[in-house]
C-alpha cells in the first residue's frame, strides 16, 4: 500500500531518516535544517540519487550521510540563485535591445510603435501572448500612477520604449520579440550574436535568439518557483538541425544547454557569473562526496575536473584545509593550486 501523508515532528522525521539507513552524526544540523527548509524541499527533493527502493520502502544506499543531501541541496540552491540573477541580468539586455530596434524603426511615441500593423500576428495559445493581448497589456500599462511611466506622460505625453517596457514581465517582452517582422529581427540579432564569429546567417540567428529566449524563460520560471535547477530539462525545444551544423552535439540537454546557448550572446555577463556559480558549487560538493562527481557530470552534461579547495585569509601567508581554523573569520575560497602559486603555504595544524 501506499504510504499515507500525515504531518511529522522533526524528531518523527529524524527517526524516519535513521530507520531509512541514512546516517546521522550531527543531529543538531539536522534539526536546524529540517526547521529552516522543510523535509520536503531538502529531503524528498534531493534524496534519489541516493536511495534505492525496496519495494514500497525506500532505503539509503551504504555509506550516504545527511550531509551529502544537504550539500546537493546547498549546490542547487546556489545554482539556483544564479539563475535567477543571471537571467534579470539578461531581461535588462534583451529589453534595452528591443527599446532600441523598436524606437529606431517606428519612433518613440506610443501611439506610433504599438500600432497592429508593425508586427506579425502568429496563434498563441494563451491569449496574453497574442499580438491583441500584448498591446493591450501595454497600452493598459501606460494608465499607470506608478513611476517613471506616470512622470513621462505627465511631462512629456510619451512613453519611450526603453520606459515602458522596464514594467512589462520578461515572458511578455520574448513573446512580443516573436512577434516583430523579420526585419526588426534581424536588427535584434545584429545587436545580440557576432554572425560572422559564429558562421550563421541573419535568418538562423534569429531562430537561435527565439529557442534560447523561450528555453531561458523556463529556467528563470523554475528557479523562480523553488524547483530544482540542476537536472532540470527545458520542455522548450532547441533546433539543433535547423540552427548548427554537425560538429554540435544532437545529445546537448540540461544545464548544458543553458550555458552553451548563454556564451554565444555578445554580452557575456549572465554565463559568466552561471559558469562562476556552477564551477564553485561542483568544486565544494564534489571535494566532499567525489563519489558524486560521475553523477553530476551525466546530469549537467559537463566534464566535472576536481579542484582541491582551501581557506586563506589576509592575515598570514598560509592555507588551511578547515575553514575556521585557529577561529579565522572572513576566510576566501580558493584553489590550492590557486594559493601555491601566490606563495602560501600549508598551516602545519590543519593540513597533513
Known amino acids: ?32 535544517s529540517l526547521n529552516f527548509f522543510g523535509y520536503s524541499s531538502l529531503i524528498r527533493s534531493y534524496r534519489e540519487p541516493y536511495t534505492i527502493r525496496n519495494g514500497q520502502k525506500i532505503l539509503y544506499r551504504s555509506g550516504v550521510t545527511f550531509e551529502q543531501i544537504y550539500s546537493l541541496y546547498i549546490l542547487d540552491k546556489n ?21 532600441d530596434v523598436i524606437a529606431k524603426s517606428f519612433g518613440i511615441h506610443q501611439d506610433n510603435y504599438l500600432q497592429y500593423r508593425n508586427y506579425q500576428n502568429k496563434r498563441k495559445r494563451k491569449y496574453r501572448f497574442t499580438l491583441a493581448g500584448i498591446l493591450d497589456t501595454m497600452k493598459n500599462s501606460l494608465e499607470t500612477d506608478k513611476e ?16 515602458l517596457f522596464k514594467s512589462i514581465y520578461f515572458s511578455t517582452i520574448v513573446n512580443y520579440i516573436d512577434l516583430f517582422k523579420q526585419s526588426e529581427q534581424q536588427k535584434m540579432v545584429e545587436h545580440l550574436y557576432d554572425g560572422e564569429k559564429l558562421g550563421l546567417s541573419s535568418e538562423v540567428l534569429c531562430k537561435l535568439m527565439m529557442d534560447t529566449l523561450f528555453i531561458c524563460i523556463d529556467y528563470r520560471n523554475t528557479a523562480a518557483h523553488g524547483g530544482r535547477i540542476y537536472n532540470f530539462n527545458s520542455s522548450k525545444r532547441l533546433r539543433v ?13 540540461g544545464f548544458s544547454i543553458l550555458l552553451f546557448l548563454l556564451r554565444l550572446f555578445r554580452y557575456q555577463s549572465p554565463s559568466m557569473r552561471l559558469d562562476s556559480i556552477l564551477e564553485q558549487e561542483l568544486n565544494r560538493h564534489c571535494n566532499e562526496f567525489p563519489k558524486d562527481i560521475t553523477y553530476l557530470g551525466q546530469i549537467l552534461n559537463i566534464n566535472i575536473f576536481r579542484k582541491e579547495i582551501v581557506w586563506i ?18 576566510s576566501k575560497e580558493i584553489a590550492l593550486d590557486n ?13 597533513k
Open 79 to 99: 545554482l539556483r540563485n544564479a539563475v535567477m540573477a543571471a537571467m534579470q541580468d539578461l531581461e535588462e539586455h534583451i529589453k534595452a535591445v528591443a527599446a
Open 1 to 32: 500500500m501506499e504510504e499515507k501523508l500525515h504531518y511529522t515532528t522533526i524528531e518523527e522525521q529524524i527517526n524516519k531518516l535513521r530507520s531509512q539507513n541514512l546516517i546521522i552524526t550531527n543531529e543538531e544540523l539536522v534539526k536546524s
Open 313 to 330: 585569509s589576509d592575515k598570514s601567508k598560509k592555507y588551511h584545509s578547515v575553514k575556521y581554523c585557529n577561529g579565522m573569520h572572513n
Open 148 to 163: 517613471p511611466i506616470h512622470h513621462y506622460m505627465e511631462k512629456y505625453e510619451t512613453v519611450p520604449p526603453w520606459i
Open 339 to 351: 594559493a601555491l602559486s601566490q606563495g602560501y603555504i600549508p598551516c602545519k595544524k590543519c593540513c
Open 241 to 253: 538541425d535547423e540552427i548548427f551544423d554537425t560538429n554540435i552535439s544532437k545529445d546537448i540537454n
